[in-house]
């Protein structure tokens, strides 16, 4: 499709604008849900606020981009916008938890269609030459709202109240949604092809009981509960039974003809390995600032800020170095310098210092960085027009899938962790055994819950809580092995370059 150059910055600011907006609220609630809860009541229900939001997200992320090209990208993303948007008129007007859940479920499914498609669109109107400028800037939002989000969250809801979370939603997003319609022309041909509903509906319900599974599991019930393992088992069914019926549909929803392409099927692998080697960084981090080096909140959002800024510019020379010497390498160099920053976080003591913390969150975003605009130009380099909208929903979503098991796995890694540290400092100091069991860790996390500890008794759980974390960052070799093992499939080739944006060649 053709696009006036003059138009595209105006298309581009729109999609980016939607794109953040759909990450911030990912985020933003965290810090408002005590006062939520306060007002509406129902503490006991107080998890499921995020996990609506997520498990609608991430549940049909896989097909709406396979619904997109057959009938329309530009219409699906206006159909996300939209609901996005009535959930957060809904979620401001609530009155008590059951009504503000469902309808942050309204709001994940918005959110679900928004961002696999925004890259989409993205790369089809842009050449080959921005598209690593235009993929960092793109990744970014993502990191920039779990920074941002927090403190709007608790700016807001001081000063506005906390339902002007939501209703803010309505000016970037109405604003992204008149920039696109009117500057953005897709010329589309309806499709022929028939809705596959029975691999649809199956891919949908064994997500959606694997996502209920890794959200509620070891925090709502145990791991070995009758209703996890009954969630699991529903999942394992579900999903076999849509590997089933694609291979018997001659549309299928998700094309596994795709998979046979080595770079497309690298990329994918890579977007989950990624999605939770960056994460654990980033909801991990904060919390050594906190509780052990005994910093305030807000310093701890700060320390992200170097990671973010230097994966950002990392991803804009992703399509560089990628013409210069190829996909392998440049994904080798990314693992490389990955696993160098891992092996520097595992290093930290509570004497590290803000500028060698910063130095460290650098060298990480540089590592992961490339990601961000490499993995999505060799996937929309390995599909045709009419499978790019299918592929990008699926590297979303990988990506996005990667973050909630890296969550769940390294969180037990570092639960156990500090659950056994906590053990022997009972075993090993009976004078402060009736502190210790009656304390909770998480008071490590406020200035004024250190404040009430007894300083030797502080020093003793501070190491604990920093033993924890830096022994579950070694963990991290894992997927930073895992980056490098699957970078050696990729192709040799250099990227060609290209001057026409891809939907000119469709």
Known sequence: MNVAKSNTGLILTGLLISLFVAALDQTVVSTAMGTIVADLGGIDKYVWVSSAYFIAELAGMPIYGKLSDMFGRKRFFVFGVFIFLLGSVLCGLVHNMVELSIYRAIQGIGGGVVEPIVFTIAYSIIPDEKRGRIGGLFGSAFGLASILGPLLGSYLTEMLGWRWIFYLNLIPGLISLGLVVFFYRETHTRSNQKIDWLGTFTLVGSLVCLSFALEMGGSEYEWTSPVIVTLFF????????????????????????????????????????????????????????????????????????????????????????????GYRVTMLISGCVYACGIFLLIRMTEDTTPLLSALYMIVIGIGVGFSFSVLSIGTNRSVDGAERGAANSILTFLRAFGMTVGITVFGIIQKNLLTNQISKLLSDNEDAKGHLQNLNPEALLTPGGRSQIPDDLLRSMSGAFAYSLTHMFMWLFVPAALILVFALRMNKEKQVANSRPYGQTD
């Not at 919390?287 to 950002?312: D, E, K, T």
Request: with cysteine; net charge positive.
């Open 234 to 325: 529903m999942f394992v069914l579900l999903f076999c039974t849509f590997l089933y019926a694609e291979k018997k549909v001659p549309e299928p929803i998700i094309s596994f003809r795709m998979f046979k392409n080595r770079l497309l099927s690298t990329c994918l692998l890579l977007a989950f390995i990624y999605g939770a080697a960056y994460i654990v960084v980033i909801v991990y981090m904060p919390l050594f600032v906190q509780g052990v080096m005994g910093r305030p909140a807000i310093n701890s959002g700060f320390i992200l800020i170097p990671l973010l800024l230097s994966s950002i510019l990392t991803s804009m020379t992703g399509s560089t170095l990628i013409r210069k010497i």
